[in-house]
């Protein structure tokens, strides 16, 4: 049960690889916020290091929805039988990540999870963090069921503001280390995020090879 708690809570549930068909082509969209969140903006990725033939994942915008009684944001990311939906709010205070669901769970955080400051405050040198519960949820026919809950303590640092050049294109971006700690012990990611673009390398070591926007 434990396992199962830190696995989701770091977002780090393994999936089987899968390939997944292309969707429809569709025309470009714009999009012009600091954190991108617009409905139908699209993200594609494949872990770095591999082809880019390989089958991608993807994260799509998938608009407004309620969360535990609160305001969010669908963010679908599916891809090699991954298939997960994570809720966040965005705005002038950031992003702030409410929880999650997959077909087996659901995984909730009080507070949200900061995963990113307000724009004024991301700079090279910022740190922010904070201390969570995290409550799991198994999805069963009939309902839900509880599957356990503990803290989680996490911390964010920009550790840098740099060019890179990916399959995506060439995009300046803020390296942020995340540092997730509980009762088990410690696990650290690090992300690329780019103003307007949004992750273009994500906390599972994916790099972007395309965007709709």
Do not use: H
């Not at 993200?43 to 290091?49: K, T």
């Not at 994570?86 to 705005?91: D, I, K, T």
């Not at 077909?103 to 507070?111: E, G, I, N």
């Not at 690090?190 to 972007?208: K, M, N």
Request: hydrophobic share 40%; with cysteine.
């Amino acid at each position: 049960m434990r396992r199962y708690l830190m696995a989701l809570a770091l977002f780090l549930a393994a999936c089987a690889p899968q390939a997944t068909q292309a969707p429809e082509a569709r025309p470009l969209l714009k999009e012009t916020a600091f954190y991108p969140a617009t409905t139908g903006l699209e993200w594609v990725y494949v872990p770095e290091g591999e082809a880019l033939s390989s089958p991608p994942y993807r994260v799509r915008v998938e608009g407004p929805a309620l969360y535990e009684g609160q305001e969010a944001v669908r963010f679908r990311s599916f891809g090699r039988g991954e298939d997960r939906v994570y809720y966040r709010q965005v705005g002038a205070f950031g992003v702030r990540l409410l929880g999650f669901q997959d077909p087996s769970a659901r995984v909730v955080f009080t507070p949200p999870i900061l995963e990113y400051p307000p724009e004024a405050l991301l700079a090279v040198g910022y740190r922010w963090g904070g201390r969570v519960t995290v409550r799991v949820e198994l999805l069963t026919p009939g309902g839900r069921e509880p599957l356990a809950q503990g803290g989680l303590s996490y911390t964010m640092e920009v550790l840098e503001e740099r060019e890179v050049r990916l399959p995506a294109g060439v995009f300046q971006v803020y390296r942020i280390r995340q540092v997730y700690q509980d009762e088990r012990g410690q696990d650290v990611r690090e992300v690329w995020f780019s103003p307007r673009v949004g992750e273009v390398r994500t906390r599972e070591g994916r790099v972007l090879v395309e965007k709709n926007f």
